[in-house]
């Protein structure tokens, strides 16, 4: 018996998915702490700079990241898989 070398399209969607979302994760993670580390530098940071440290920032961006990245996933596949 031989194995399909072609990936189903539950497996192609799959992996669409899980890419976009690592990928928004990463991109937006580290905007987010560049964005915090600039604001920190300031001559006169922001109190909400003060208040949230990069690392907090970084993994607020990394959230929004995955979640933006898996609606654009289901977004550029819709028509394809559903």
Excluded: Y
Excluded at 25 to 51: D, G, K
């Amino acid at each position: 018996m031989q194995k399909n070398p072609h990936p189903s399209k539950d497996h192609r969607l799959l992996f669409i998915i899980i890419f976009c979302a690592v990928s928004g994760a990463i991109l937006n993670s580290s905007a987010a702490w560049a964005e915090s580390t600039t604001c920190w530098q300031a001559e006169n940071p922001s109190l909400q700079c003060l208040n949230k440290p990069p690392v907090i920032s970084a993994i607020e961006g990394g959230m929004m990241g995955i979640m933006a990245g898996t609606g654009a996933a289901l977004g550029a596949v819709w028509k394809r898989f559903f």
